[in-house]
Each structure stands twice: as C-alpha cells, then as structure tokens.
C-alpha cells in the first residue's frame, strides 16, 4: 500500500468549502484513494474513493491529480457535522484484499 | 447506522483473561475486516475473512485469533489480555470485492485493569 501524507489538522468555517489534501506519492497503477472519516466516539465511515478520474458524491468530490501523487477531499459546504478526523488511504486493490491502513489523518475542526 | 452489530459495547476485564468480541456484517456482506485502534497505535488492520475464509492477515498478536462462521457473523477472540491490549476494536463489512466499501460497525470498547 502506498504510504500517504496529510495535514495533521485544517480548520474551516460553517458553510464554506473545505479542501483537504493528501500525497501519496508513492502510488502505483492499481492503487486505489479511498477517504474516510470518523466522527467522535464512532467508527470510520466511507466519504468516497476514486482511480483515475475525479469523482463526486452527494458527500463530498475527490480531485485526483493527473500524476495521481496527490488528491483533494472536497466538502462543499461544511457543517458542524463534518467536524471528524479524515483519512486519506491508498491500498493495492486486489493484492491486499481489501485491508484499509490508516495513517493518522487530519482532524478537522468546523467553526460556526 | 451502518448495518453492521458489534457486541458488546463496552467490556471489562482484568490481565490474562480471554474475551469474545462479536460482528455481524451487513445484509450480503461475504468479508468481515477486524481492526483495532488505540491511542498510541492508531487505527489497524488485524485480519479479515472472506465467506469463512481467512484472506488476509495484519498485525494480530498470536494472543488475538479470529473466525467467520456459516451464517457470516465473526468473532475476534483475545487471550492472556494485557494492560496494552486496551482499544477500541471494530468489525467492518464489504460485500467482498478489494477495492469497494468498507461498513464499519459502532466497535467494542475493551479495557484491561
């Protein structure tokens, strides 16, 4: 799996977009980018996951680089509900069956 | 709600004693994924299984071991527990391709004293 690196922390304001970057710079070809959150005292919940091309969701969008060594978690408007720690995760597809390896993630404060 | 269970919600116990977490995945769901997340460790992958199947293995102590029955539910079952072993375990479910989503239940809160 491909090591990623994001922010330890971001700060945003109520109802104004978020842009949350990773760098996965050493991604391969079959490398997926999934995006994940956990919200206080739950467990992770998908936002989205993307290959090549940008994806959007009614959650959030995934800007992937055309390099595919860096992508953006877009949140168009942020609520406080949003307030959570992010993960950006990259994993082999197929040769690793699916295990997801969290780094530490960004943790992202919602102000009002 | 994620469809995924996990009991119990919290649990505790004391040094070198044996637990019995339980999972039950979603509707459909064939892979069951056991991840363990403490304060100092983070989130990790222990293992997962894939309709019965042990398909991959992550850090899971020789201690911790795992199975996945007939009708899918999964039980991760922790022996000889330490003071370290403290964590927020959660069961997570896909339908059981690799690169798809993962659900992932509420998790058991396990404290050794």
């Known amino acids: 799996d491909a090591k990623t690196t994001q922010p330890n922390s971001m700060e945003s304001n109520e109802e104004e977009p978020v842009h949350l970057p990773c760098n996965h710079s050493?991604?391969?070809?079959?490398?997926?980018i999934h995006w994940y959150r956990q919200l206080p005292s739950q467990g992770p919940e998908y936002v989205i996951h993307g290959l090549t091309s940008n994806v959007n969701n009614r959650m959030a969008s995934l800007a992937i680089a055309e390099d595919r060594k860096s992508s953006t978690l877009i949140l168009h408007r942020a609520t406080l509900r949003d307030a959570a720690v992010y993960y950006c995760?990259?994993?082999?597809?197929?040769?690793?069956?699916?295990?997801?390896?969290f780094g530490q993630g960004t943790i992202l404060t919602v102000h009002p | 709600d994620s469809g995924v269970t996990q009991t119990p919600k919290h649990l505790i116990t004391a040094t070198g004693q044996r637990v019995t977490l339980r999972c039950s995945p979603r509707s459909g769901d064939l892979s069951v994924y056991w991840y363990q997340q403490s304060l100092d460790q983070g989130l990790q992958f222990l293992i997962q299984?894939?309709?019965?199947?042990?398909?991959a293995k992550g850090n899971i102590l020789e201690r911790f071991s795992a199975q996945q029955f007939p009708d899918l539910h999964s039980e991760l079952n922790l022996s000889s527990l330490e003071l370290g072993d403290s964590a927020l375990y959660f069961c997570a479910s896909s339908e059981g391709r690799s690169e798809e989503t993962q659900y992932f239940g509420p998790g058991t809160r396990l404290l050794v004293l």
């Open positions: 050493t991604i391969s070809g079959t490398d997926y």
């Open positions: 995760i990259s994993n082999a597809g197929g040769t690793s069956y699916g295990k997801l390896t």
């Open positions: 299984y894939y309709n019965g199947e042990e398909r």
